[in-house]
């Protein structure tokens, strides 16, 4: 879907101009996206599996939750909204621990995509049973939890086991260690 969203400066502060997500990614211009991920109190992670329809990663395991963020919404806003659309789960905004804020510039499709995101992480406790979820279906093609252990063995090899996006692995180190460190761990 095509949808609305602000536009910002390199170093992320506001233009109060507004765009077409693919206006966004066709021109390189920089923008926010949200990423949730979800945690157990037994110390396990809550991985989405991309859609197949997806044109950058396809079938490949990531954040629970991430998705961009409408134009005019805030980021926690949109945090509760790509929750519920994505995995089903109703949240509310307390539920949601703001971890910090990485840029992430990648050029897909031959440079036809320029994804300069601002990813706005938040961790939150998964309180439900993974049955429960409800994947959206042209978003998620499975879902799955995995213990901090077999998170950081896949990690380490996700450079040949199509696991993980292998660039983003100091993305995903500093989030398990950022929800270790919320479970004093």
Known sequence: MDEL??????????????????DAHKNGWYHNTIHVWFYTKSGKVLLQQRSRKKIIYPLLWDV????????????????VRETQE?????IGKKDLIKI???????????????DFEFHQIFIAQLRIRLEDLVPQ????EALKLVS??????????????????????????????????????
């Open 5 to 22: 969203i602000d536009i910002v400066t390199k170093t992320g502060e506001p233009t109060g101009k507004v765009a077409l997500k693919s």
């Open 64 to 79: 629970s939750v991430a998705g961009h963020i409408d134009a005019g919404e805030s980021f926690i806003d949109a945090a």
């Open 86 to 90: 994505e995995i089903g789960l109703a």
């Open 100 to 114: 910090g804020v990485k840029l992430h510039k990648s050029n897909y499709n031959n440079g036809k995509i320029k």
């Open 137 to 140: 279906e042209d978003e998620v």
């Open 148 to 185: 901090f252990k077999e998170f950081f063995n896949l990690l380490e090899g996700s450079q040949n086991n199509n696991h993980f996006i292998a660039s983003n692995r100091n993305y995903y180190r500093f989030v398990i260690d950022s929800i270790k460190a919320h479970l004093h761990l």
